[in-house]
């Protein structure tokens, strides 16, 4: 359709201008991590009117509109994991004592599973402040699920794969 031609074309650009084919899996996933967190904003409509549009739950949303909820980060950075190559899943769970349905990622790397969060790291950017200058956060990125699951997330721990290794990648 016109609209999954819309994301893959925008999918595409972002891995032109963020990736190179000579990068590890790593390499990629941190860019793609940093683009991700640093240029969507998070759509609060959400929360204003009880539910975002359509388009902001999945990679239309970030991608298109520049704005996504949760489900909206974690299937955007799915997408653009696996374009890069690098094998990515979502997952589905709660966060906030169990009171709010909440989404992230999982990423395998060289045989390790971590645990990567690129909404609970996303920078509400400010029009005024230049993106070049904007620190990524990295409190989320590539955690064991044992973090995960101090920081208040829970997901179904027998159908997903344990996350074990750390690697934040501060730079």
Not at 109 to 129: M, S
Request: with cysteine; hydrophobic share 35%.
């Amino acid at each position: 359709s016109g609209e999954e031609k819309e994301v893959l074309d925008a999918a595409m650009a972002v891995l032109a201008a963020w990736t190179a084919l000579d990068m590890s899996g790593y390499e990629k996933e941190r860019a793609l991590y940093v683009w991700l967190t640093t240029h969507v904003a998070y759509d609060r409509s959400h929360y204003k009117n009880r539910g975002a549009p359509r388009t902001s739950y999945e990679p239309y949303g970030p991608l298109i509109n520049g704005k996504g909820v949760c489900l909206g980060y974690a299937e955007t950075f799915r997408l653009l994991m696996d374009m890069a190559g690098v094998e990515c899943i979502t997952v589905t769970g709660a966060a906030f004592r169990n009171r709010e349905s909440h989404a992230w990622n999982m990423v395998k790397l060289n045989g390790k599973w971590y645990c990567a969060d690129p909404t609970w790291d996303h920078i509400d950017v400010d029009q005024d402040y230049p993106i070049e200058q904007l620190m990524p956060l990295y409190e989320y990125f590539n955690v064991t699920s044992q973090y995960m699951a101090d920081t208040d997330h829970q997901w179904d721990y027998d159908n997903t794969p344990e996350a074990t290794a750390e690697d934040r990648g501060c730079p």
